[in-house]
Nanobody, 125 residues
């Protein structure tokens, strides 16, 4: 089992920044990569960003490319999502997730095995 705990959400004005953290515990060695997803009110959960633990390969949704940066601290088993130039449409509950299997595909939530409880991000206009 891998336990994931997100933190860092909150209320911010448009154009502002937030940094989300996701601390992993338990069988973290079984995790190959981590992803961030978000779910806005009335919408399905959507992929945001992805990073592998070892090499640090990253991948972003087009909607956040150039504004968000995913990173990891292997020593702390923690993944971060730095969010800059936030927009009201970024308002959502943000979830981190752990992917244990290698292979093709990073954006589908079905590929991820463990999920955090989510943290609310609200961007006011």
């Amino acid at each position: 089992q891998v336990r994931l705990v997100e933190s860092g959400g909150g209320l911010v004005q448009a154009g502002g920044s937030l940094r989300l953290s996701c601390a992993a515990s338990g069988r973290t060695f079984s995790s190959y990569a981590m992803g961030w997803f978000r779910q806005a009110p009335g919408k399905e959960r959507a992929f945001v960003a992805y990073i592998t633990w070892t090499v640090g390969t990253t991948y972003y949704a087009d909607s956040v490319k150039g504004r968000f940066t995913i990173s990891r601290d292997n020593a702390k088993n923690t993944v971060y999502l730095q969010m800059n130039s936030l927009k009201p449409e970024d308002t959502a509950v943000y979830y981190c997730a752990a992917k244990t299997a290698q292979g093709i595909g990073v954006t589908s939530e079905e590929l991820y095995d463990y999920w955090g409880q989510g943290t609310q991000v609200t961007v006011s206009s």
